[in-house]
């Protein structure tokens, strides 16, 4: 107690050395108690008396699970550079069983083979391996690209569109409005911005949704105001502050509605979204590929001096 004593009496003396101080102390003062005294006014305002309220919303997004289709230039490119590497390649063990193999055989159509060479390890021969394997590929059977959600177009599963990113939209009511929209929940005192989006990520599922946020800055910000209905002087709109995260596990599909969430790509963003804030969150969404050429520059023109060069090389050689 003694010590804010000395600091009080310090600043007072000061004060008196410099009469503008003084009464800038004095006006403060006396300012505190008439704000705290006047009817319809908070005197510590969550958002420290500012009409805009501060949310943070969650950009929930599913990586993709399987590689994308290869573009035209990069079917083409992969085609050349595995004719590269067979011309240029060496024999693995199994290629150079095969030729010993063959000139064995060969040995034996011409009657000087000896059965001595022969190697009680080389029972078995390279073409029974082939055939062995060639056994096990034909029982291997890839699942299809295209999944029964992507058959039936439910935009409620995580099984749909599986090589490209999906953000989780929701339906939350504004007024008398429904609206999609990332989920968010408001802000509180004492907490960061990414808290909140933590918090509004605990707010989806009873079961535990596991995501992963990237950074503890906001990857983006939208500004709205509410509807004139609803509009008040101390509550005008909100502000927005977009925290991008990647889902690690958890499903939504039993937690909420079937019609009150979707998860969605890039191009389907337009169908749901407000064309303001469809703006803000194209800018936070990869897209699903970057293009295989631009410009007008073809496959053709690319690759032509790269297969001229591997063609001049294998004359030289």
Known sequence: MAAPMRKMLHGTARSLECPWRLRTLCAAATAAPAAAATPGKSAASPNGGSPWRLLGALCLQRPPVISQPLSPLQVEMAELLEQIEVEKSRYSDHEIRALEEAQRLERKKADIYDSDDDDEKDILLVQDLEDTWEQKFLQFKPE?????????????????????????????????????????????????????????????????????????????????????????????????????????????????????????????????????????????????????????VTCQKVLEPVKAGVEAKILVF
């Open 144 to 296: 299809p690209r295209v999944t029964e959600a992507d058959k039936k177009n439910d935009q409620t599963s995580l099984h749909r569109k599986l090589d490209q990113n999906l953000v989780l939209l929701v339906k939350e009511k504004l007024g008398d409005q429904e609206t999609w929209m990332l989920p968010y929940a408001e802000w509180q005192v004492g907490e960061t911005l990414r808290g909140t989006a933590e918090r509004a990520l605990a707010t989806l599922s009873q079961n535990s949704v596991e995501a992963k946020f990237l950074g503890n800055a906001p990857c983006g910000y939208y500004k709205f105001k509410f509807p004139q209905a609803f509009r008040t002087e101390n509550s005008i709109g909100a502000k927005v502050f977009f925290f991008k995260a990647l889902l690690q596990s958890g499903n939504l599909s039993q937690a909420r509605k079937k019609n009150d969430h979707a998860w969605v790509s890039k191009e389907e963003l337009g169908d749901y979204l407000k064309p303001k804030y469809l703006a803000q969150m194209r800018k936070q969404v990869k897209p699903p590929y970057r293009r295989a050429y631009r410009g007008g």
